[in-house]
Nanobody
Framework: QVQLVESGGGLVQSGGSLRLSCAAS????????MGWYRQAPGKQREFVAH???????NYADSVKGRFTISRDNAKNTVSLQMNSLKPEDTAVYYC??????WGQGTQVTVSS
C-alpha cells in the first residue's frame, strides 16, 4: 500500500500562491490516478484535481484556471500549484492515490 505525505501548506493572503507537494512511498505511483481533495471546517471533503498516468488532468470548477496539478514519476511525487488564492480555498488539503490511500493532510489558510 502506498504511503502519502503532504507538505507546503501555510498561511497566505488573498491573491497569493502556494505549492503543495505529495511524496509517495511504498509503491510506484506512475500508473496511479493521483488526486488532491480538500475539506473545510464543517464541510465534506471535496474533489480539487486529479491527474492520470498519461498526464491528463481534471479540475473542480471552483479552482479551474487557478490551480495546476502535476506529477514527477521519477521522484514519485505529485504537486498542486495554487495561484490567485481566495479565502474560500481555506481547508485541509489531502493527497489521494488511486482512490484508496490518503495522506494526513496539510492546512491551507487564506486571509482576506
Amino acid at each position: 500500500q502506498v504511503q502519502l505525505v503532504e507538505s507546503g501548506g501555510g498561511l497566505v493572503q488573498s491573491g497569493g500562491s502556494l505549492r503543495l507537494s505529495c511524496a509517495a512511498s511504498g509503491s510506484i505511483i506512475r500508473l496511479y490516478v493521483m488526486g488532491w481533495y480538500r475539506q473545510a471546517p464543517g464541510k465534506q471533503r471535496e474533489f480539487v484535481a486529479h491527474i492520470i498516468s498519461g498526464g491528463s488532468t481534471n479540475y473542480a470548477d471552483s479552482v479551474k484556471g487557478r490551480f495546476t496539478i502535476s506529477r514527477d514519476n521519477a521522484k514519485n511525487t505529485v504537486s498542486l500549484q495554487m495561484n490567485s488564492l481566495k479565502p474560500e480555498d481555506t481547508a485541509v488539503y489531502y493527497c489521494n492515490a488511486d482512490g484508496n490511500s490518503w495522506g494526513q493532510g496539510t492546512q491551507v489558510t487564506v486571509s482576506s
